[in-house]
């Protein structure tokens, strides 16, 4: 069961009124619900049930630290992206030997930390890392594991910028050229080869894009293992899909067109792809990040004005794309709903923020009931990629994040003030 939900008029995180929330901590405000975090990981685990797999959550989509300590204490792993990433995971309680680092441009300083906390694996991305890994390793006297990003060069349905399995992105290496680096690789004293690792990119809604991505990693690994190259673990990356629209409905909403996210869960796209990975006979390894958190956040904010445009109206919020940018970087759909509805007509906006950008919006062409100045909305289905993703642009602090426990909340992070700046 998903954690928001309108009980009659009043939109609810588990148990508490999100109007509670606005009115005590003020807006803009990131609230995540603790249970939502917890569900969405057990659904994933339950999936892999008998068999041999390590979920490393994808730090990246939401680094919170309340967040962190929650996921680390569910048994799972982390995938880090930074020296910062790894040194929060560690902090939120990570065993090291559940933590994964990824990223094409690992520094010197971060191979050595990641070396040094003795983390399961890195990802590698260029034979170039694998050298340089090595002489890091040979200098700490020690051995690195690493697994070899392959690009199997296939293409999926999502935004350009967040597609990373094609030939033309920078991520991982060839397919082609996988074999002979693996070759070289093993005979590299400080290296440990575990396996091959791919991440095609970010919400991909599209089962068999998965299975594609899977039955190229399956039939490399066969050809691997015959060139005596150790296969122990496949780690295929994260991306999978959650739903966006109609996240909430009540009789006072407009009905949301039909799209391809409808009934989109992590746990069909895994059960689809499943069967086929399993073929490389090996410890599976996932990433996931968005499909753990995107649903347990919303971003709070008020409206601040109405104004009369050309044939629309827009609804100007005290939140902006400083706060969350994926609307104006990704032209990601968010549904927007008043935190309370009201029997009134429905119009045209668009939901805008208060930066000096046209690009700075939440909504463009948008039915919604009517809303006025001091209403509060909810921006839904921001848990992943929000606050992680936001600045100061225009001087703006950044908000407030509050995690709601039941019939609880607290806020977890403090808005910044205008003295931090
Ligand atoms: N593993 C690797 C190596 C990644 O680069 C990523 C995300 C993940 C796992 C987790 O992917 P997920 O399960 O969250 O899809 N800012 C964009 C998404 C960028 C994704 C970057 N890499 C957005 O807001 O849509």
Same mark, same amino acid.
């Given at each position: ?57 994808? @730090?990246?989509?939401?680094?919170? /630290? #309340? &967040? +962190?300590?929650?996921?680390?204490? =569910? ?5 880090? %992206? ?90 991982? @290496?060839?397919?082609?050229?996988? /074999? #002979? &680096? +693996?070759?070289?690789?093993?005979? =590299? ?5 575990? %396996? ?112 009369? %445009? ?112």
């Amino acid at each position: 069961m998903e954690q928001y939900r309108f009980i009659q008029n009043e939109l609810k995180c588990e148990g508490v009124n999100l109007r509670d929330i606005a009115a005590s901590c003020g807006t803009p405000a990131y609230v995540y619900s603790k249970q939502s975090v917890i569900d969405h990981c057990r659904w994933i685990e339950n999936v892999f049930e008998g068999i041999d797999h390590l979920s490393c959550y994808a @730090v990246k989509a939401n680094s919170n /630290k #309340d &967040i +962190l300590r929650l996921l680390a204490h =569910q048994g799972i792993g982390a995938d880090v %992206g930074s020296m910062g990433e790894m040194h929060r995971a560690l902090e939120a309680g990570f065993s090291s030997e559940k933590i994964t680092f990824s990223g094409v441009g690992k520094r010197d300083d971060e191979i050595e930390f990641a070396l040094r906390n003795n983390i399961m694996s890195l990802n590698v991305e260029s034979e170039e890392e694998i050298t340089v890994i090595g002489e890091i390793a040979r200098g700490l006297k020690t051995r690195a594991r690493i697994l070899l990003r392959v690009n199997f060069d296939i293409a999926s349905e999502t935004h350009p910028y967040i597609t990373t399995g094609t030939r033309k992105n920078k991520f991982g @290496v060839s397919q082609a050229l996988a /074999k #002979d &680096i +693996l070759l070289r690789a093993v005979r =590299q004293p400080y290296i440990d080869i575990l %396996g091959i690792h791919s991440h095609i990119g970010s919400q991909i809604t599209q089962p068999s894009t998965f299975v594609a991505a899977a039955q190229a990693i399956v039939q490399l690994v066969h050809e691997l293992r015959s060139a005596a190259i150790p296969i122990s673990q496949v780690n295929f990356g994260g991306g999978f899909g959650v739903q966006y629209r109609d996240y909430v409905r009540h009789s006072l909403l407009p009905v949301e067109p039909e799209n391809s996210e409808a009934n989109v869960t992590t746990v069909n796209l895994l059960s689809a792809v499943l069967p086929t990975l399993r073929q490389a006979n090996c410890k599976l390894l996932i990433q996931p990040g968005r499909s753990i958190v995107a649903h347990a956040g919303i971003l709070l904010t008020k409206v601040l004005y109405r104004k009369k %445009g050309e044939g629309k109206t827009f609804i100007i919020v005290d939140a902006g794309m400083n706060d969350l940018i994926r609307p104006s970087l990704y032209q990601s759909y968010h549904q927007v709903v008043p935190l309370f509805l009201r029997n009134v007509p429905h119009e045209m906006v668009d939901v805008v923020g208060p930066l000096c950008e046209t690009g700075d919006f939440f909504a463009l062409d948008r039915s919604m009931p009517k809303v006025e100045r001091g209403d509060y909305l909810a921006v839904m289905c921001a848990g992943a990629y929000g606050y992680v993703l936001s600045s100061n642009y225009n001087g703006r602090p950044r908000p407030a994040e509050v995690m709601v426990d039941g019939n609880q909340f607290q806020i977890i992070t403090e808005r910044e003030s205008i003295q931090e700046l």
